[in-house]
């Protein structure tokens, strides 16, 4: 029996190599995301729900439960993301050798400036501050950030230790945060400088020369346009 002849159509819909699982579901995760950052924008992460987001997103609710079981496993992924980001930033502007408080202040900087020029980026922040999923996920990526650095300083205590006086140090930074997210002011430097000292601190180094680190951490970031996760600063 003869065949039908096939239209272009669809000969050319054979030539398109089909997606796989894992490009469809890093496609979704792409959208919700997308989706999350401009309701978190829009409305505030409080205010937002997960079925909003799905709506956004133009996906069943339970598909979005299907990549992220709740709304704070989506705040995790873009704060992770964000730091990510901080990180490229950071070797796009300084050296690869400079020192522990210059590559620790880095992350911290942005994280300060970016929630006193933008009230929705304070809440956010806050909101990351307060959930343990988050900052356990900031702790154990800061703790792999600077952990060489940290050798050069003879910093060589237990793994558990030196997490534990991070959570401390991000409980310190969180605080500021929130200072900032409820009262709608703030000072980034004074906040950055603040917790330089906390670090220092906890980790018995000297804080010597924390003005020049402060300032040279405002004058890169006032003079190039940094972009942090959906917030440009």
Same mark, same amino acid.
């Given at each position: 029996?003869?065949?039908?002849?096939?239209?272009?159509?669809?000969?050319?819909?054979?030539?398109?190599?089909?997606?796989?699982?894992?490009?469809?579901?890093?496609?979704?995760?792409?959208?919700?995301?997308?989706?999350?950052?401009?309701?978190?924008?829009?409305?505030?992460?409080?205010?937002?729900?997960?079925?909003?987001? $799905?709506?956004?997103?133009?996906?069943?609710?339970?598909?979005?439960?299907?990549?992220?079981?709740?709304?704070?496993?989506?705040?995790?992924?873009?704060?992770?993301?964000?730091?990510?980001?901080?990180?490229?930033?950071?070797?796009?502007?300084?050296?690869?050798?400079?020192?522990?408080? +210059?590559?620790?202040?880095?992350?911290?900087?942005?994280?300060?400036?970016?929630?006193?020029?933008?009230?929705?980026?304070?809440?956010?922040?806050?909101?990351?501050?307060?959930?343990?999923?988050?900052?356990?996920?900031?702790?154990?990526?800061?703790?792999?950030? +600077?952990?060489?650095?940290?050798?050069?300083?003879?910093?060589?205590?237990?793994? $558990?230790?030196?997490?534990?006086?991070?959570?401390?140090?991000?409980?310190?930074?969180?605080?500021?945060?929130?200072?900032?997210?409820?009262?709608?002011?703030?000072?980034?430097?004074?906040?950055?400088?603040? $917790?330089?000292?906390?670090?220092?601190?906890?980790?018995?180094?000297?804080?010597?020369?924390?003005?020049?680190?402060?300032?040279?951490?405002?004058?890169?970031?006032?003079?190039? $346009?940094? +972009?942090?996760?959906?917030?440009?600063?």
């Amino acid at each position: 029996m003869n065949q039908e002849p096939r239209t272009a159509k669809e000969i050319g819909a054979n030539l398109i190599p089909r997606k796989s699982n894992e490009q469809r579901k890093r496609e979704m995760k792409d959208k919700i995301l997308r989706a999350a950052a401009l309701l978190f924008k829009e409305k505030g992460y409080s205010k937002t729900t997960m079925r909003q987001i $799905s709506q956004k997103a133009g996906i069943l609710t339970g598909s979005l439960y299907n990549v992220f079981p709740g709304k704070e496993d989506i705040l995790k992924t873009m704060i992770d993301m964000s730091y990510d980001s901080a990180l490229k930033q950071y070797e796009r502007h300084f050296d690869a050798k400079d020192d522990l408080l +210059v590559a620790l202040a880095f992350p911290l900087a942005l994280e300060f400036y970016s929630a006193n020029r933008n009230r929705r980026a304070a809440e956010t922040l806050h909101e990351a501050h307060i959930s343990w999923t988050v900052v356990n996920s900031m702790a154990d990526r800061t703790i792999e950030w +600077v952990a060489g650095r940290m050798e050069d300083y003879g910093l060589r205590q237990d793994r $558990s230790e030196v997490k534990d006086r991070f959570l401390a140090l991000l409980g310190a930074v969180g605080n500021l945060i929130s200072k900032t997210h409820f009262s709608g002011e703030g000072d980034y430097k004074r906040d950055l400088k603040k $917790s330089l000292e906390v670090f220092c601190a906890l980790f018995k180094l000297p804080a010597y020369d924390l003005d020049s680190t402060v300032e040279r951490m405002d004058g890169m970031l006032s003079e190039n $346009s940094i +972009v942090i996760g959906e917030y440009r600063i």
